[in-house]
């Protein structure tokens, strides 16, 4: 009778490569009738005297699975590999390398995997097609199977079977690259922690790398758009076109890209083809770039680290300034000074004529969410545009104001900050929450931020003559200073 805790010996010893013969398997507490039997039973294959083989790649995939359960990977991960060694084609050990590579993101491995499991039955065409179209964002195909993609229509990844509509759904938002509504909904039907087939585990881990992916490539589009680099931008879509990994989203940003260089280099100014339409797509292509900006916003709400918006905002201001023949004045910036208070809470404007502060008044009048107010001195007056104004639903203001305080004393900053951002919804004129905000933002680093919010506090109190406590203008001198100097901050410029 061979002993289990043997046979887990001998497991130990093929994944680790080591020669099979007598003396080894004596070392396992085999017995010469043991190894007579092992040989009978196709554990080991006799290769000449003294020398055994082993070949039984499914009793060797269930050990290494077992030790997957105790966290011992690295070991599973040898067993799983000396299967392949004992049979090339074995699928449930290439199917769990696989999903080990793409966990550690060695792409390229996983896709050497995934080769192994397509020559086997276990996948079907459609799953073959699915797979391939998901790692083809991570891995670096063949060109034989670059040229397989670019024929591929939603039908090849979709089963036939209509009991499979809910997966087919995952399968149609991935196609689309909706990674993130893939991924919600094939946790509908097999919730994290469920019982599910490794396919699904391997799916699974894919939609997560795809989104990681699609996040840090949106991240770095807007820092381009935010830099104003746009043939960068052209350059970067164009080789994710090459990859497959082209969408609306990103063909949107690379029109708008395209458009902004065209303007730049040539100062044509596109036409504007559609004049009302609730669809962003159409607003976009028929080039009315305020209409797209508001339906955009509208839907979406205003986000500081989107590309569109950045592109979109910037092409009404050149649009605007490039139609007019007279200078380029405060008069045309309105849409941007919106889109600046929109992403930094307020915006202080220079000193100017009081006719011209009542013209960017009544101009911005249009904004239901926005708001001005004066700061500073009789005869050095300036302007003040704060975006945001109070939520229909009630506020209890007083536990923001609590909140404020405990956040600010234990030097969470950035909660501090949020909260005195909800604050000042509802106390447009309350010195604490501005300089809460300003000093919130110099913790923060973010200097020009601090400056603009600390100075409407110490303007405020000198022009009303309040307590000396809200004078910042030491601190603002200090970060002007730091800002004209930037090698004197600690990690360069903030």
């Not at 699974?204 to 931008?233: P, V």
């Not at 680290?305 to 200078?327: C, E, G, Q, R, W």
């Not at 930094?344 to 911005?364: F, Y």
């Not at 100075?455 to 000396?468: D, R, V, W």
Request: include cysteine; charged fraction near 25%.
């Amino acid at each position: 009778m061979i002993r289990e805790e043997n046979l887990h010996k001998l497991y130990a010893l093929v994944s680790q490569n080591e020669t099979l013969n007598y003396k080894t398997l004596y070392s396992c507490g085999f017995k010469a009738m043991d190894i007579i039997e092992l040989v009978l039973k196709k554990y080991l294959r006799v290769k000449g005297f003294d020398s055994f083989e082993f070949e039984n790649p499914s009793k060797l995939y269930e050990y290494s699975f077992s030790l997957l359960a105790k966290g011992r990977i690295q070991e599973a991960k040898n067993g799983f590999k000396t299967c392949l060694k004992i049979d090339a084609n074995f699928y449930p050990a290439a199917l769990q390398l696989f999903i080990k590579s793409l966990e550690t993101s060695e792409y390229d491995w996983a896709l050497s995997y995934f080769r192994i499991m397509t020559k086997n039955k276990n996948l079907s065409l459609d799953e073959k097609n699915f797979f391939l179209y998901l790692l083809s964002f991570l891995a670096n195909l063949s060109q034989e199977e670059k040229d397989c993609l670019k024929e591929l229509h939603t039908g090849d990844i979709l089963i036939a079977d209509k009991e499979n509509n809910e997966i087919n759904e995952v399968r149609k938002l991935s196609f689309y690259q909706k990674f993130t509504s893939a991924k919600r909904k094939l946790n509908e039907l097999f919730p994290i922690g469920g019982d599910y087939p490794a396919e699904i585990k391997a799916l699974k881990i894919l939609l997560n790398k795809n989104i990681k992916l699609q996040k840090e490539n949106y991240a770095l589009l807007s820092e381009m758009a935010c830099k104003e680099d746009y043939h960068s931008i052209i350059v970067f879509i164009s080789r994710l076109k090459e990859k497959q990994a082209s969408n609306s989203y990103l063909n949107i940003i690379l029109y708008l890209a395209k458009t902004m260089e065209n303007i730049l280099k040539n100062g044509l100014i596109p036409d504007v083809k559609v004049k009302k339409t609730k669809s962003f797509k159409r607003a976009v292509y028929g080039n009315n770039f305020a209409l797209a900006y508001k339906i955009k916003r509208n839907k979406e709400g205003h986000s500081n680290h989107d590309a569109v918006y950045f592109l979109l905002s910037k092409l009404i201001m050149l649009t605007n300034k490039n139609k007019t023949n007279i200078p380029f004045d405060d008069s045309l910036k309105i849409p941007e000074l919106v889109i600046a208070a929109e992403e930094n809470g307020i915006v202080i404007l220079p000193q100017m004529a009081k006719e011209r502060r009542r013209a960017i008044t009544l101009d911005l009048q249009s904004y239901p969410n926005i708001s001005v107010f004066l700061i500073g001195l009789s005869g050095a007056e300036r302007l003040v545009i704060k975006a945001g104004g109070a939520d229909e639903k009630k506020t209890n203001v007083s536990e923001l104001v609590k909140l404020s305080k405990e956040t600010y004393s234990l030097g969470n900053y950035e909660e501090c900050l949020m909260v005195n951002m909800e604050l000042l919804k509802h106390c447009r004129f309350n010195l604490e929450t501005y300089a809460k905000l300003g000093i919130c933002y110099y913790k923060l680093g973010n200097y020009a931020l601090a400056i603009d919010y600390l100075t409407i506090p110490t303007e405020i109190a000198k022009a009303q003559n309040l307590s000396s406590a809200y004078d910042y203008s030491n601190l603002i001198n200090h970060l002007k200073c730091l800002l004209e100097n930037p090698d004197n901050i600690k990690g360069g410029r903030k």
